[in-house]
């Protein structure tokens, strides 16, 4: 539940409708990339869009976004191609875990 309130709260600051949100299905699970923590996915408590995630035969859709539904007021789930991802030029959220450095030496 701490990712669902995370990605609620960072979403509501940044301010765009949709947002790939670091959660990747991998043999049949989906894990989130940050911790490699799994979800699942038929639990009520994560908010998939109705019939999401699809899980159809030769499903490339092993990414997952989410995006704004106002009937709802909330943001809801949704399963896509990891490629498009980027190509829909969508909002990312992503974690890091604070031993993480980059190349100028800032964590």
């Given amino acids: 539940m701490d990712e669902l309130n995370f ?8 301010g765009k409708s949709e947002y790939f949100i670091g959660l ?10 940050s911790n490699n923590s799994t979800l699942n996915a038929t639990d009520e408590e994560y908010p998939w869009a109705v019939g999401e995630p699809s899980d159809l035969n030769n ?5 997952a976004k989410m ?15 990891c490629g498009k991802a980027a190509g829909e030029k969508i909002g990312y959220i992503c974690e890091r875990t604070v031993e993480c450095k980059d190349t100028k030496g800032m964590s």
């Fill in 24 to 33: 990747k299905k991998h043999a049949g699970k989906w894990i989130w990339i």
């Fill in 59 to 63: 499903n490339p859709q092993h990414c």
């Fill in 67 to 81: 995006y704004y539904k106002a009937l709802k007021k909330s943001y809801v789930y949704d399963n896509i191609e």
């Fill in 7 to 14: 990605l609620n709260e960072t979403a509501l600051t940044i």
